[in-house]
T-cell receptor, first 115, second 118 residues
């Protein structure tokens, strides 16, 4: 069964600190992995998209890593800000790139950044 | 929200009523999608459309219907047959159906509609 699991479920950090969110997936065949940020009551916004051959990708203070061998990804947030408070969703695309591909969504990690 | 609008933001429905959620995009994207988000669960695909006048069922299509008469519009009707319709509904679009197909096509999401059944 294709699954995407995220940890921790929730996290509280102080402003200015760094944090790392984890994503483990069991899908086949893997196509790409995406991280989204979703503010409360809003739609998700894409942070990164990584294919099999990409190990790391950055978007400002967000850095995503991908280990295709262990089927793990992480999202590292540097120097957190209050505006980083949101749910972070890991999404894996399954398939060979054809019309039958589908997206598998994780349940998200809820991050709260406190002053 | 990337040129995708959803309305209304909040919607209340009495049991037995059909309601229609609006989704409009001005990104000239071919593909559009409807998802449902429930607490503690990942987004689940309801319907998707890769081209005008064509749409496909997703994983949880029962109790829902859609139409795609125009490229920029993809309304979702929640019918009385949907047993548990209270949820947050998200519309998305991508440049082509390869957004679903796993290419690098990014899916852009709207701001969502929260539907509550009274």
């Amino acid at each position: 069964k294709n699954q995407v699991e995220q940890s921790p479920q929730s996290l509280i950090i102080l402003e200015g600190k760094n944090c790392t969110l984890q994503c483990n997936y069991t899908v086949s065949p893997f196509s790409n992995l995406r991280w989204y940020k979703q503010d409360t009551g809003r739609g998700p916004v894409s942070l990164t998209i990584m294919t099999f051959s990409e190990n790391t990708k950055s978007n400002g203070r967000y850095t995503a890593t991908l280990d295709a061998d262990t089927k793990q990804s992480s999202l590292h947030i540097t120097a957190s800000q209050l505006s980083d408070s949101a749910s972070y969703i890991c999404v894996v695309s399954v398939g060979n790139g054809g019309a039958t591909n589908k997206l598998i969504f994780g349940t998200g990690t809820l991050l709260a950044v406190q002053p | 929200d990337g040129g995708i609008t959803q309305s209304p933001k909040y919607l209340f429905r009495k049991e037995g009523q059909n309601v229609t959620l609006s989704c409009e995009q001005n990104l000239n994207h071919d593909a559009m999608y409807w998802y449902r988000q429930d607490p503690g669960q990942g987004l689940r695909l309801i319907y998707y459309s890769q081209i005008v006048n064509d749409f496909q069922k997703g994983d949880i299509a029962e109790g829902y219907s859609v139409s795609r008469e125009k490229k920029e519009s993809f309304p979702l009707t929640v019918t009385s047959a949907q047993k548990n319709p209270t949820a947050f509904y998200l519309c998305a679009s991508s440049m082509s159906g390869r957004g679903l197909a796993g290419g690098r096509d990014e899916q852009f999401f709207g701001p969502g509609t929260r539907l509550t059944v009274l």
